[in-house]
Nanobody, 122 residues
Framework: QVHLAESGGGLVQAGGSLRISCTASGYIVYSFCMGWFRQTPGSQREALGD?????????SDSVKGRFTITRHVAENTVTLFLQMNNLTPEDTAMYYC??????????????WGQGTQVTVSA
């Protein structure tokens, strides 16, 4: 069983930066693809990007060049990071991490964290 827990969300001013993280634990989680999504009320969850076990990253056009995904592996846990720069109020959302056996992390067996709120003030 894979367990995910996000942290680091909060309030930031427009133009600022924020790094959120997601700790993943569980069987063979180090081999999983992991990704970041965000969602605002009334909207579908938006994929932001993902990272494979070998470190290969993919980003959506909406965040490419502003957001960076990295991961750190330690024993039985993986910590996933999302570095967000030059934030705008349009980046305000609940941010979720996901883990799946392959990229993109969107199969029927994908695991989700509980989310962390990011709010960008004008």
């Amino acid at each position: 069983q894979v367990h995910l827990a996000e942290s680091g969300g909060g309030l930031v001013q427009a133009g600022g930066s924020l790094r959120i993280s997601c700790t993943a634990s569980g069987y063979i989680v180090y081999s999983f693809c992991m990704g970041w999504f965000r969602q605002t009320p009334g909207s579908q969850r938006e994929a932001l990007g993902d990272i494979e076990a070998d470190g290969t990253t993919t980003y959506s056009d909406s965040v490419k060049g502003r957001f960076t995904i990295t991961r750190h592996v330690a024993e039985n846990t993986v910590t996933l990071f999302l570095q967000m720069n030059n934030l705008t109020p349009e980046d305000t959302a609940m941010y979720y991490c996901a883990a799946d056996r392959s990229c993109p992390p969107n199969s029927d067996s994908v695991r989700w964290g509980q989310g962390t709120q990011v709010t960008v003030s004008a």
